[in-house]
Nanobody, 124 residues
Framework: QVQLVESGGGSVQAGGSLTLSCAASGSATYMAWFRQAPGKEREGVAASGRFSTTGYTDSVKGRFTISRDNAKNILTLEMNSLKPEDTAMYYC?????????????????????WGQGTQVTVSS
């Protein structure tokens, strides 16, 4: 069992930056950030997996950076050049068990542990 607590959300103007943090109660093999905007499905944003590999959805590449502090079990998402379309509830997710050959994953069903979310609002 891994408990996840997100923090760092808030309101910013377009072009601004925010950094989200996720504190995990234990270690996980894979961790990721997801987001869900009103009326839309939850989507994977950025993932961190085995051997320090990372992956991003196309819409955030070059603007968001995911990183992990494995010693402290903290996952971070640095978000720059924010756009109004980035407005959503952001969730931290984790998977403990390893999947052979899988470096990272942005699929919602891949993860078994979820945080409560932190709201990010970007105004134009």
């Amino acid at each position: 069992q891994v408990q996840l607590v997100e923090s760092g959300g808030g309101s910013v103007q377009a072009g601004g930056s925010l950094t989200l943090s996720c504190a995990a109660s234990g270690s996980a093999t894979y961790m990721a950030w997801f987001r869900q905007a009103p009326g839309k499905e939850r989507e994977g944003v950025a993932a961190s997996g085995r051997f320090s590999t990372t992956g991003y959805t196309d819409s955030v590449k070059g603007r968001f950076t995911i990183s992990r502090d494995n010693a402290k079990n903290i996952l971070t998402l640095e978000m720059n050049s924010l756009k109004p379309e980035d407005t959503a509830m952001y969730y931290c997710a984790a998977r403990v068990t390893e999947v052979p050959g899988r470096s990272w994953d942005l699929g919602e069903g891949f993860y078994g542990f979820w945080g409560q979310g932190t709201q990010v609002t970007v105004s134009s």
